[in-house]
T-cell receptor, first 114, second 112 residues
Framework: AQSVTQLGSHVSVSEGALVLLRCNYS??????LFWYVQYPNQGLQLLLK??????LVKGINGFEAEFKKSETSFHLTKPSAHMSDAAEYFC????????????FGTGTKLQVIP | KAGVTQTPRYLIKTRGQQVTLSCSPI?????VSWYQQTPGQGLQFLFE???????NKGNFPGRFSGRQFSNSRSEMNVSTLELGDSALYLC???????????FGPGTRLTVL
């Protein structure tokens, strides 16, 4: 079984400030971890993913996340927020094995204040 | 390469009716998953199809069903619609055995 917890359903940051979105996961096997972004009235777009290897993962739009096995965390960060980053962000956990079994977190809405 | 397409984009139905939603995956993708997204429940997994076979199913009543065709296109059907079925229905495709899913824009279903 697997699960994802995203801390904070709403996060507000000032433009130019650090963005930190928290995600903790639970998985009985080595996980695949993802961050997706969703803009209003659109589908989800993959920001970055961790499967194996390097624990610091860089994604699109300047976002990155670090896989910390000991803390079962996969927090998303961006050094400097931009107005265009305002969206909803979803953390997700999956497992390998030839089929899709992905569990999504409840999402965090990011507000960027000018 | 064209992305995942979903039709229709918007749909209004009344209680008791049934509805069919369509999803065309990215060319070459054989896995198609469906999700229901609501403000209260978030993203919930409905089912996943691969090579015309349902491989995985979420915790939804039997009113929700799906199928996949030989060209990997997928449809989902909801019978006897209820008000609570109002949601954004998202389709996602991926390569066989792959991990990354590509999402369509969704179908917004409103049940009156």
């Amino acid at each position: 079984a697997q699960s994802v917890t995203q801390l904070g359903s709403h996060v507000s940051v000032s433009e130019g400030a650090l963005v930190l979105l928290r995600c903790n996961y639970s998985s009985s096997v080595p996980p695949y971890l993802f961050w997706y972004v969703q803009y209003p009235n659109q589908g989800l777009q993959l920001l970055l993913k961790y499967t194996t290897g390097a624990t610091l993962v860089k994604g699109i739009n300047g976002f990155e996340a670090e896989f910390k096995k000991s803390e079962t965390s996969f927090h998303l960060t961006k050094p400097s927020a931009h107005m265009s980053d305002a969206a909803e962000y979803f953390c997700a956990v999956g497992v390998s094995g030839g089929y899709q079994k992905v569990t999504f977190g409840t999402g965090t809405k990011l507000q960027v204040i000018p | 390469k064209a992305g995942v397409t979903q039709t229709p984009r918007y749909l209004i139905k009344t209680r008791g009716q049934q509805v069919t939603l369509s999803c065309s995956p990215i060319s070459g993708h054989r896995s198609v998953s469906w999700y229901q997204q609501t403000p209260g429940q978030g993203l919930q997994f409905l089912f996943e199809y691969f090579s015309e076979t349902q491989r995985n199913k979420g915790n939804f009543p039997g009113r929700f069903s799906g199928r996949q065709f030989s060209n990997s296109r997928s449809e989902m059907n909801v019978s006897t619609l209820e008000l609570g079925d109002s949601a954004l229905y998202l389709c996602a495709s991926s390569l066989a055995g792959a991990d990354e899913q590509f999402f369509g824009p969704g179908t917004r279903l409103t049940v009156l």
